[in-house]
């Protein structure tokens, strides 16, 4: 009776799982939509921070009215912004602009909650703080486009603003989703999945109901009992006919199988002889290896898929803005005179739109289809514009970069947008190591092994053991603001160069990064 209530308590315990297990999923892919569907909006109310009509405005202090330009490119985000509002440094609204029906009259009805999101507006130029734009997003628009796919029935989708319990979607149960693993509604335990976001803030829920999930575990539970006592009471006659070293034997293999039934693929059993007893546990130690191999082969290639994936959207809501911004730099070329002010800040931002458009691009096909464009390159080249690209992090940090190429030319076949990109975003993790007094990051180059390696040593506080074994691991981070996404992306474009990257830490002394890529046959 104590084996059968303990059979049925791991039968509980195992849809349980799958439960946790199905709520994570559809949470994930529901962030990741969520997230895409942001930074495509985000991109275009940063446009409306970078109007020169709006800097003009709050440095001039003269209107209280929008610009006509500011009115346009609101009017273009589709609704998606309910309302914008321009404040100077003084923290005094200059002007504020609202959704209006084909009336002319603002909307008011309907219940579309908002999520307050606030910019800084700043000189082009100088950096300078000049004022603060406040949109108020509409919550629903960042929602998938066909829904939210509930994982089981029950199943209840909560959004919330960080930090606040307040609802922003209709339903009789959002008010019941309170952070945590699980509650009680109803008598009922609930489940949850939970994801707090800090751009956009929210706050992401996903609930169901336990009962109706493990009532057929419960049903399996009670058929297998008498399976189970049947198996026992044929083990039982079987062991009396045994000799002790076969019933021994025999125990460490159910001990294993049981241990494996529970997810412990790393169970062995210890081959005591070439008998058939003994023939039977290398037969299980072999596919135990192989189902654990199997499984995580399984994993990877989901999670490589899926950052496929969003690695495609994301690229795709980027290039839209920056066709434009490419469009405006080229018209405001042909309108400034050569030597004026601001012709050489436009001739930059063009050429850094441009180098973007490509990364953009390298990135959407080496997302479909895992394979770069490849010339001889001097590495040179790109590891310097990626330092350059990385000056104002490092600033933020409060680092120190010291930069030692040496002075061998480096020589490689590969995308030079591509590696700019791995070394910039290795760069970036690097600073943000370091503890809140900065630190110093050293990156070296040199010749071995037929290839280049690069290194990068920062004296932060290095990782764990455990993190080191997930760095590269899809959705992985170790800051709340992370993505996960980066390193991931940054392997599979060193391997798609027919390189290696690898990494080496201890906690409280530091991490070095090294990227080695062979020579160019050229």
């Given at each position: 009776m104590k084996t059968t209530m303990s059979f049925r308590a791991r039968i509980s315990r195992s849809g349980e799982r799958l439960l946790r297990s199905s709520l994570q999923k559809s949470l994930d892919e529901t962030v990741s939509q969520i997230v895409s569907r942001w930074y495509g909006l985000r991109s275009e109310i940063l446009f409306l921070t970078e109007l020169p009509e709006v800097l003009d405005a709050l440095q001039d202090g003269s209107t209280s009215e929008a610009p006509a330009g500011f009115i346009r490119v609101f009017e273009g985000l589709d609704g998606s912004v309910k309302t914008a509002t321009v404040t100077n440094l003084a923290d005094v609204e200059r002007w504020r602009v609202s959704q209006v029906d084909p009336r002319g009259d603002m909307l008011t009805t309907g219940f579309e909650p908002t999520v307050p999101v606030s910019f800084d507006i700043r000189e082009k130029l100088s950096g300078r703080l000049e004022g603060s734009l406040t949109v108020e997003i509409v919550a629903t628009r960042l929602l998938p486009a066909g829904g939210v796919v509930p994982p089981v029935a029950g199943t209840v989708f909560g959004l919330f603003a960080a930090g606040s319990d307040l609802p922003l979607l209709p339903g009789p149960l959002q008010h019941r989703l309170p952070s945590g693993s699980e509650f009680t509604s109803g008598g009922d335990r609930w489940l949850t999945a939970e994801r707090i976001l800090e751009d956009p803030p929210l706050r992401i829920v996903l609930a169901a109901p336990l009962t109706p999930f493990v009532q057929p575990f419960q049903g399996a539970a009670r058929r297998g009992a008498g399976l189970v006592l049947l198996v026992t009471l044929v083990g039982l006659a079987l062991a009396a006919l045994l000799t002790s070293r076969l019933t021994r034997s025999l125990r460490a293999l159910s001990t294993a199988a049981e241990a494996v039934s529970d997810g412990e693929l790393g169970r062995r059993v210890e081959v005591s002889g070439s008998d058939e007893v003994g023939r039977v546990a290398d037969a299980f130690n072999t596919m135990t290896e192989n189902l654990d191999r199997t499984m995580r082969e399984l994993a990877n290639k989901e999670s490589l898929a899926a950052v496929g994936q969003f690695a495609a959207a994301l690229a795709h809501e980027v290039r839209n803005p920056l066709t434009a911004i490419r469009v405006d730099l080229q018209i405001a070329e042909d309108e400034l005179a050569e030597g004026s002010p601001g012709s050489e800040a436009q001739k930059r931002a063009l050429q850094e739109v441009m180098r973007l458009n490509e990364t953009v691009s390298d990135t959407l096909r080496?997302?479909?289809?895992?394979?770069?464009?490849?010339?001889?390159?001097?590495?040179?080249?790109?590891?310097?514009?990626?330092?350059?690209?990385?000056?104002p992090i490092f600033k933020?940090?409060?680092?120190?970069?010291?930069?030692?190429?040496?002075?061998?030319?480096?020589?490689?076949?590969?995308?030079?947008?591509?590696?700019?990109?791995?070394?910039?975003?290795?760069?970036?993790?690097?600073?943000?190591?370091?503890?809140?007094?900065?630190?110093?990051?050293?990156?070296?180059?040199?010749?071995?092994?037929?290839?280049?390696?690069?290194?990068?040593?920062?004296?932060?506080?290095g990782m764990t053991a455990e993190v080191m074994e997930q760095v590269f691991e899809p959705l992985f981070s170790t800051r709340p603001e992370g993505t996960g996404l980066g390193l991931t992306i940054a392997r599979r474009i060193v391997d798609a160069h027919g390189g290696e990257i690898s990494f080496e830490s201890t906690p409280g002394s530091g991490t070095l990064v090294r990227v080695w890529l062979p020579l160019s046959s050229v």
């Open positions: 080496l997302a479909r289809s895992g394979a770069l464009g490849s010339s001889p390159i001097n590495l040179n080249e790109p590891v310097r514009a990626a330092v350059a690209a990385a000056g933020h940090h409060r680092a120190r970069l010291e930069v030692d190429l040496g002075p061998t030319t480096l020589n490689v076949n590969g995308d030079s947008g591509a590696l700019e990109q791995v070394f910039l975003n290795l760069l970036q993790n690097a600073a943000q190591a370091l503890g809140p007094d900065g630190g110093n990051v050293t990156l070296t180059g040199s010749a071995e092994n037929g290839g280049i390696a690069i290194s990068l040593q920062d004296d932060g506080a």
